[in-house]
C-alpha cells in the first residue's frame, strides 16, 4: 500500500509570492502522480498529471515536478483565487486505496 | 463544457439503503470510464470506486470499506452513473463526487451530493 503523504499541512503566503508544495510517496510511483485544487464548498478540479503535465485550461503559473518518491507542486506567482487546498493523487498500484494525499491548505496571510 | 450532475443523497438510518445518480452530458458518456469519490466532513477525498466502458467490459472495482455493500452501474442509454448504497454506516456520510475517469485520473467532477448517515 503506498501512502502519500503532503507538507506543509497549512502554508501562509500573500498574493504575488512563490508558493511550493510537496508530496512524498512512501515507495515509487514513477511520474504517476497528479495533483488537484480544491476551493471551500467546490468540487476538486485537476490541475497536473504525470507530475508535470497541467490539465485543460490550466494556467501556467501551476507547474509540477518530480519522479519516484517526492513530487513538488508550484505556484509561480500566487493569485488570490489560489488560496485552497491542495491535493496529490497517485495512480501507480492498484487497488487505488489511499490513493489521495491528505492536502496542504494554502492560505493568505 | 463536459457536466456532472449528481443526485439523490439525503438523510438516511444506519443500515439503509440509498440510490445516488449522476447525469452526464457534453461529453460522450457511452466511451467514458466513472468513478465515484467521496469527502467525509472536513476529511481528505477517498475513492470509492469505478465501472468501465461498455466496450472495455463495463466491469466494476471499489474500494475495501465499500466492497459487498455499494454498486456501481450505467445506464449509457440516458447518460447516468448510478451509485447503489446499502447496509449504510456512519462512516459512510460524506459528499459523494461523480467523476469521469482517464488514466486512473480525475479529470472531471460533479458539484457532489451529501449523504447523511445518522440515526
Known amino acids: 500500500e503506498i501512502v502519500l503523504t503532503q507538507s506543509p499541512a497549512t502554508l501562509s503566503l500573500s498574493p504575488g509570492e512563490r508558493a511550493t508544495l510537496s508530496c512524498r510517496a512512501s515507495q515509487s510511483v514513477s511520474i504517476y502522480l497528479a495533483w488537484y485544487q480544491q476551493k471551500p464548498g467546490q468540487a476538486p478540479r485537476l490541475l497536473i498529471y504525470?507530475?508535470?503535465n497541467r490539465a485543460t485550461g490550466i494556467p501556467a503559473r501551476f507547474s509540477g515536478s518530480g519522479s519516484g518518491t517526492d513530487f513538488t507542486l508550484t505556484i509561480s506567482s500566487l493569485e488570490p483565487e489560489d488560496f485552497a487546498v491542495y491535493y496529490c493523487?497517485?495512480?501507480?498500484?492498484?487497488?487505488?486505496?489511499?490513493?489521495f494525499g491528505q492536502g496542504t491548505k494554502l492560505e493568505s496571510k | 463544457e463536459v457536466q456532472l450532475v449528481e443526485s439523490g443523497g439525503g438523510l438516511v438510518k444506519p443500515g439503509g439503503s440509498l440510490r445516488l445518480s449522476c447525469e452526464a452530458s457534453?461529453?460522450?458518456?457511452?466511451?467514458?470510464?466513472m468513478s465515484w469519490v467521496r469527502q467525509a466532513p472536513g476529511r481528505g477525498l477517498e475513492w470509492v470506486g469505478r465501472i468501465k466502458r461498455k466496450s472495455d467490459g463495463g466491469t466494476t472495482d471499489y474500494a475495501a470499506p465499500v466492497k459487498g455493500r455499494f454498486t456501481i452501474s450505467r445506464d449509457d442509454s440516458k447518460n447516468t452513473l448510478y451509485l447503489q448504497m446499502n447496509s449504510l454506516k456512519t462512516e459512510d456520510t460524506a459528499v459523494y463526487y461523480c467523476?469521469?475517469?482517464?488514466?486512473?485520473?480525475?479529470?472531471?467532477w460533479g458539484l457532489g451530493t451529501l449523504v447523511t448517515v445518522s440515526s
Open positions: 493523487q497517485q495512480r501507480y498500484n492498484w487497488p487505488p486505496e489511499n490513493t
Open positions: 504525470d507530475a508535470s
Open positions: 457534453k461529453f460522450d458518456f457511452n466511451n467514458a470510464w
Open positions: 467523476t469521469t475517469e482517464r488514466g486512473s485520473y480525475y479529470d472531471y
